[in-house]
């Protein structure tokens, strides 16, 4: 027979004498639930690597050096988590390796030398951002300074290619199999420095790499863990399609995994312009990138590390101007002026800026969602500030109606004392939680209105379900001031 106070440890049926005190610490917390979120990264490993593939692996402090010892040195993952962690120390950084499609190919570049040098100097190649120096000596043969361009780029196990010098011509091998290998940007003297008079150097863009791993084997092994932010560097339709498929239904009301991908996308406008039009998912956003040194797979790490910090301290705060450590500009000549980025937000593809002192800056991220399902602009879930804030939102009622009540009976009208749910006590609980969400965490205005819009309504269907419809007005980003002058003489 139960009791007329609803206890969780205390029988009904005890007899022998005494004083029974059970601890509910239930009602201890009264601020708002903490939402923990974690950063995946997705990529290739190396047969050097000890970690297996599909298997997720935390990257503490050391990721850097975590990374190659699990994955390989100079692997694409080792890349991605040096970067990441370089950019952010407090974000909880995971890893999953895939290993190469059997039948891929990787991508080569080359560097053809020719000519004498009539004066000393050093040769400075960069390879995906990082240079790479051979001395040259004046009256030398171009072969014998492409073998030692070749012997220094192997001398850098960090390097995402091997070399090999024959007839003056180096050759470049992606250390991995795929697509993403012909990414890789080669280029010399991008600080300003001199090629030695006298020497020529043509450079073959890498090229060549196909077919990418598949990402479903990744998807399948996280199925039930929730990775907040992902980073996944393969632009191929099945894995886009694959990952689109999946965010979504991780954004679903059941399971309520939410994920977001990052990616980079290496093109000029027009490329990037019809490669953004081509998807339309909410739950990915794209950096657009044209004539970057910085590898487009390190560039989505550090990008999205920086993202996930920012966004969980504050999920509606801008983005704007934050700093991507690590990753070098185009050159001034390359980068997209106003009118071009502008167009660039308009087609699903996010943009940033660089500042006077070189720095690469997060102007807006945006979702590859541009329209709705009958084909109209859609700006619902344009900004990923959007998205986060109204899943924000959703995960703090969520947890303030399970920490409220969760083994309660359900009626209409309360009894004190009692493990006791009704349309008005939710309902309570629901307002007190926007008073947090408006007046702690600002994410949430109009509080007004939506207490005046709640509806809350015993199913009519099933008699153990509540229904519920919150309509919260979610804070907005300030990003642009306009004004008229309107001055007087």
Known sequence: MAENVSFNEVPDNIRVPGIYIEIDPSKAV??????????LLIGQRLASGTAPAGVAMRLGSQAGDQAAQAFGQGSMLHGMAKAARGASDYVDLWAIALDDDPAGAAATGSITLTGSPTTSGTLALYVGGKVVRAMVVAGDAASAIASRLADAINADADLPVTAA????????????????????????????????????????????????PSVQSVLDAIAGTQYYSIVCPYLDGANLTALEGDMAARFGPMDVLTGHVFNAKVGNHAALTT??????????????????????????????????????????RPFRSLALPGVLPPPEKSRFMRPERNLLLFDGISTFTVDAGG??????IITNYQVNSFGLPDIALLRLE??????????RFNAAVARDYPRHKLGDV?????AYATPTTVRATLIAEAEKLAKEDGVLEDLEGFKRDLILKRSTQNPNRMNAVLTPNLVNQFDIFAAAVQYRL
């Open 30 to 39: 009264s601020g708002g639930a903490v939402m923990e979120r974690r950063l």
């Open 414 to 418: 309360a009894i004190p004392g009692q």
């Open 165 to 212: 010098a024959e007839l003056g011509v180096v050759t470049l091998t992606c250390r991995w199999k795929g697509e993403t290998g012909n990414d890789l940007d080669l280029r010399l003297n991008y600080y300003g420095e001199q090629t030695p008079a006298g020497l020529t150097v043509a450079i073959a863009a890498m090229t060549g790499g196909t077919a990418n």
């Open 275 to 316: 490669w953004g039009n081509s998807r339309n998912s909410p739950h990915i956003s794209t950096l657009g990138l044209y004539d970057m040194p910085t590898a487009p797979w390190v560039a989505a790490a550090v990008w999205a590390t920086v993202a996930e910090f920012s966004g969980a301290n504050d999920p509606a």
């Open 359 to 364: 720095q690469v800056l997060i102007e807006t």
């Open 386 to 395: 959007t998205k986060w804030t109204a899943d924000f939102i959703r995960f």
